[in-house]
């Protein structure tokens, strides 16, 4: 588990004519020799990584006999994929083997689109910008299953809050290979997430919850807690995030979510990386800077593999 260095929360200055008088800093803002600032988003590094411990929740997953798909880490699923270019109305190109996708190449890679008869013309497109044509694949439907509890792992980014002013929004991204919804509905990959909000100096505001193209903002009184660690539900097949076993409407009528006690727990304060911002990774995380897609391109947008965190709008709305 990764943990934040305690730090000095206040510095002295010089009053006009009198004694050194002591001002209280806001925790994450200092601007002195103390601060590490990696990932330039303005936020101390260790402060951000102590309200990323003290908020980790924990994921409450479906029972076995509802739900096979089960979480992942980024690692993982690289060495088990590779990367392709979808070419509409053409046949998809590889850019990169099976098993060598890395998280140091999934953002350097380029490939030229088709035109007339499938051939290749000079306009080059990039896999470090919002590019959905590139996309990860594993051919082994092993895949889709998930690793043992040992390897789910949660990636955390911190920013500055937009709806506590002076605060700070934690966001716990959850990594499944597969999304297994209703009917023909699914899709390879899955990212979710949610967000805690805390005042300046740290304490539980509110956590959004996200649930597909939307979610809901719960207060403490409405979440159960594992000590600090708020508790999630993931919904059976969608991975949505519901604070409470139960039946939940979705934006398609009769397609209810549902989530459940009974199944495994997730305590993902076990098991958590702080990825930084997408043009400065922290820890070794450059996946953020791949914009392709997780999985492979379907029929549809919504039977398509996302794109990853920092590529969705979440990301610094919620």
Same mark, same amino acid.
């Given at each position: 588990?990764?943990?934040?260095?305690?730090?000095?929360?206040?510095?002295?200055?010089?009053?006009?004519?009198?004694?050194?008088?002591?001002?209280?800093?806001?925790?994450?803002?200092?601007?002195?020799?103390?601060? =590490?600032?990696?990932?330039?988003?303005?936020?101390?590094?260790?402060?951000? /990584?102590?309200?990323?411990?003290?908020?980790?929740?924990?994921?409450?997953?479906?029972?076995?006999?509802?739900?096979?798909?089960?979480?992942?880490?980024?690692?993982?699923?690289?060495?088990?994929?590779?990367?392709?270019?979808?070419?509409?109305?053409?046949? /998809?190109?590889?850019?990169?083997?099976?098993?060598?996708?890395? #998280?140091?190449?999934?953002?350097?890679?380029?490939?030229?689109?088709?035109?007339?008869?499938?051939?290749? =013309?000079?306009?080059?497109?990039?896999?470090?910008?919002?590019?959905?044509?590139?996309?990860?694949?594993? %051919?082994?439907?092993?895949?889709?299953?998930?690793?043992?509890?040992?390897? &789910?792992?949660?990636?955390?980014?911190?920013?500055?809050?937009?709806?506590?002013?002076?605060?700070?929004?934690?966001?716990?991204?959850?990594?499944? %290979?597969?999304?297994?919804?209703?009917?023909?509905?699914?899709?390879?990959?899955? &990212?979710?997430?949610?967000?805690?909000?805390? /005042?300046?100096?740290?304490?539980?505001?509110?956590?959004?919850?996200?649930?597909?193209?939307?979610?809901?903002?719960?207060?403490?009184?409405?979440?159960?807690?594992?000590?600090?660690?708020?508790?999630?539900?993931?919904?059976?097949?969608?991975?949505? +995030?519901?604070?409470?076993?139960?039946?939940?409407?979705?934006?398609?009528?009769?397609?209810?979510?549902?989530?459940?006690?009974?199944?495994?727990?997730?305590?993902? &304060?076990?098991?958590?990386?702080?990825?930084?911002?997408?043009?400065?990774?922290?820890?070794?995380?450059?996946?953020?800077?791949?914009?392709?897609?997780?999985?492979?391109?379907?029929?549809? /947008?919504? =039977? +398509?593999?996302? #794109?990853?965190?920092?590529?969705?709008?979440? &990301?610094?709305?919620?």
């Amino acid at each position: 588990m990764r943990t934040g260095r305690l730090l000095l929360l206040s510095t002295l200055t010089l009053a006009s004519c009198g004694p050194l008088v002591e001002e209280q800093a806001t925790p994450g803002e200092r601007t002195d020799a103390l601060i =590490t600032d990696v990932d330039l988003d303005g936020i101390d590094d260790a402060f951000e /990584d102590q309200l990323a411990a003290k908020f980790a929740p924990e994921v409450r997953l479906a029972p076995d006999s509802i739900d096979w798909a089960r979480p992942a880490n980024v690692d993982w699923y690289l060495a088990r994929v590779h990367m392709r270019f979808d070419h509409s109305g053409c046949p /998809d190109c590889e850019v990169l083997a099976l098993a060598t996708p890395t #998280q140091s190449n999934l953002s350097t890679q380029s490939h030229k689109t088709k035109g007339t008869f499938c051939t290749h =013309t000079s306009t080059v497109y990039a896999s470090n910008a919002s590019r959905k044509e590139f996309f990860l694949q594993p %051919p082994d439907d092993n895949v889709h299953k998930g690793t043992t509890s040992s390897g &789910w792992r949660v990636y955390v980014h911190t920013k500055k809050s937009v709806v506590v002013s002076g605060g700070y929004d934690i966001q716990y991204w959850f990594f499944y %290979p597969y999304n297994d919804s209703y009917a023909s509905v699914n899709h390879e990959a899955d &990212w979710e997430h949610i967000t805690v909000s805390t /005042d300046a100096v740290g304490n539980f505001q509110s956590a959004w919850y996200a649930a597909h193209s939307g979610g809901h903002r719960y207060t403490a009184s409405q979440l159960k807690w594992n000590g600090t660690h708020p508790i999630v539900y993931s919904a059976d097949g969608s991975h949505a +995030s519901y604070p409470t076993a139960g039946t939940y409407p979705t934006e398609v009528s009769g397609f209810d979510d549902h989530s459940y006690e009974g199944g495994p727990v997730w305590q993902t &304060w076990n098991n958590w990386v702080n990825v930084g911002e997408k043009n400065a990774p922290r820890n070794g995380q450059n996946f953020i800077k791949y914009g392709g897609r997780w999985g492979e391109v379907g029929e549809l /947008d919504a =039977t +398509s593999g996302p #794109q990853g965190p920092s590529f969705q709008g979440a &990301w610094n709305n919620y």
